[in-house]
Nanobody, 124 residues
Framework: QVQLEESGGGLVQAGGSLRLSCAASGRTFRSYAMGWFRQAIGKEREFVAAISRDGVYTYYADSVKGRFTISRDNAKNTVYLQMNSLKPEDTAAYYC?????????????????WGQGTQVTVSS
């Protein structure tokens, strides 16, 4: 089990940028693949991005490809989500999640541990 805490959310104008961080507790962070998901009010939780244990492989939802970048620093037990060219439709609570292994990184049920979320609001 790993405890996760997101930070870095806030209010930004359309076209702006934010960098989310997710700090993980424990010594086993490098054994987990990590994902970012988001949930807007009245909508289901949706996949945003995922990264393999070693950071070599990354996956993105089509809606954020080319604008968002996921990365991780295993020495700091932290995963990041750099968000550029933000749009009002990116407004949501953003969650990081950990999985010990999955062939379907875009599926929320594949993840065993979740953070509490951080709110991102993009104004038009």
């Amino acid at each position: 089990q790993v405890q996760l805490e997101e930070s870095g959310g806030g209010l930004v104008q359309a076209g702006g940028s934010l960098r989310l961080s997710c700090a993980a507790s424990g010594r086993t962070f490098r054994s987990y693949a990590m994902g970012w998901f988001r949930q807007a009010i009245g909508k289901e939780r949706e996949f945003v991005a995922a990264i393999s244990r070693d950071g070599v492989y990354t996956y993105y939802a089509d809606s954020v490809k080319g604008r968002f970048t996921i990365s991780r620093d295993n020495a700091k037990n932290t995963v990041y989500l750099q968000m550029n060219s933000l749009k009002p439709e990116d407004t949501a609570a953003y969650y990081c999640a950990a999985t010990s292994g999955t062939r379907n990184p875009q599926v929320p049920n594949e993840y065993s541990d979740w953070g509490q979320g951080t709110q991102v609001t993009v104004s038009s």
